[in-house]
C-alpha cells in the first residue's frame, strides 16, 4: 500500500477513537481528551500497533478500547488490500488547546518512510495554513 493510504488508514481509526463513540469496536464510549487533559503533560499518546497507550495516563476503560481498537487497524488495512504489516509505526497523540481538540497521526510504512500529520477537531480535519502566495492550504505533513 502506498504511503498516503496507510496515513488514511491510521487517520481514519484516530478519528473514530476521537469521536467518542467507538463505532468501528461496536457501541463503546471514549472521552481520549478528557483524560488527556488529566495526564502530566495534558496529552494522551497510542500505539495502535501494541495496542497501549505509550505516553499520558489512561483509564482501564479507555485502555481496553486501545486494545480492541489495534484488531480494527488490522481489519481496516486487510479492507484496503494490504496488510497491518505494512505499517511500522501507527501512533496518535490526542491533547487539547484554546484553539479546540487537536490530534497528530505518526505512522512509518515498512519501507522506513516516517510522517506526523496534524488535525483539528472532530471529525479531524488538516488545519489550515497561508502559502507562499497567500493561499489557504491544508497544513503539510512533517517527515
Known sequence: M??????????????????????????????VFSEASRSPDGSLTIDFLAGRVTEGSASSSLAEAVTLYRDALAKLCAQAGGSISELAEA??????DPLGRRFAVTIQDRSGRRSTTDYVGVPGTRPKVMDSLGRLRPKPSTR
Open 2 to 31: 502506498k504511503h498516503a493510504e496507510l496515513r488514511a488508514i491510521v487517520h481514519n481509526i484516530g478519528d473514530s477513537f476521537a469521536s467518542g463513540i467507538g463505532l468501528l469496536i461496536g457501541v463503546y464510549e471514549i472521552d
Open 91 to 96: 501512533q496518535v497523540r490526542y491533547w487539547s
